[in-house]
C-alpha cells in the first residue's frame, strides 16, 4: 500500500495550492478518502473528506469555503484544492483512508501518507 501526497510548498497569504495523493496497492473507489493536517505543537485536524464515488464531501469549518476535496477514481488520486491561504494553514497534510470527521492520530488506523508540508507566509 502507498499513498504519496505532492504539490506542497511555500505560498503568500491569500494564494492557492493543489495538492494530490497518488495510492497504489488497495481498491482505492472502495475506501472514503481524507484530508488531514498537523500544525506544530499541535494535535491532528480533519479537513475534509470524499465519498467512494465523489458524491458526497464534507468539510471542517476551519476549510469550509476555501478547500475542495476530488477524486479520480481512475487515476487512484484524491486532490485538494486549497485558496484563500492563510497563515494558519501551515502546517503538514496527509491523506488518508478515514472517515470523515476523525479525530485520532496520525496513522492510528486506515491508510496514511507520509504527507506534504504546506507554508503560507509573506
Known amino acids: 500500500v502507498q499513498l504519496v501526497e505532492s504539490g506542497g510548498g511555500l505560498v503568500q497569504p491569500g494564494g492557492s495550492l493543489r495538492l494530490s495523493c497518488a495510492t497504489s496497492?488497495?481498491?482505492?473507489?472502495?475506501?472514503?478518502m481524507t484530508w488531514v493536517r498537523q500544525a506544530p505543537g499541535t494535535g491532528p485536524e480533519w479537513l475534509c473528506s470524499?465519498?467512494?464515488?465523489?458524491?458526497?464531501?464534507y468539510y471542517a469549518d476551519s476549510v469550509k469555503g476555501r478547500f475542495t476535496i476530488s477524486r479520480d477514481n481512475a487515476k487512484n488520486t484524491v486532490y485538494l484544492q486549497m485558496n484563500s491561504l492563510k497563515s494558519e494553514d501551515t502546517a503538514l497534510y496527509y491523506c488518508?483512508?478515514?472517515?470523515?470527521?476523525?479525530?485520532?492520530?496520525?496513522?492510528?488506523?486506515?491508510?496514511w501518507g507520509q504527507g506534504t508540508q504546506v507554508t503560507v507566509s509573506s
Open positions: 488518508a483512508t478515514v472517515l470523515p470527521y476523525y479525530s485520532g492520530d496520525i496513522a492510528d488506523s486506515g491508510f
Open positions: 470524499i465519498y467512494t464515488d465523489g458524491r458526497g464531501t
Open positions: 496497492g488497495f481498491a482505492f473507489s472502495n475506501y472514503w
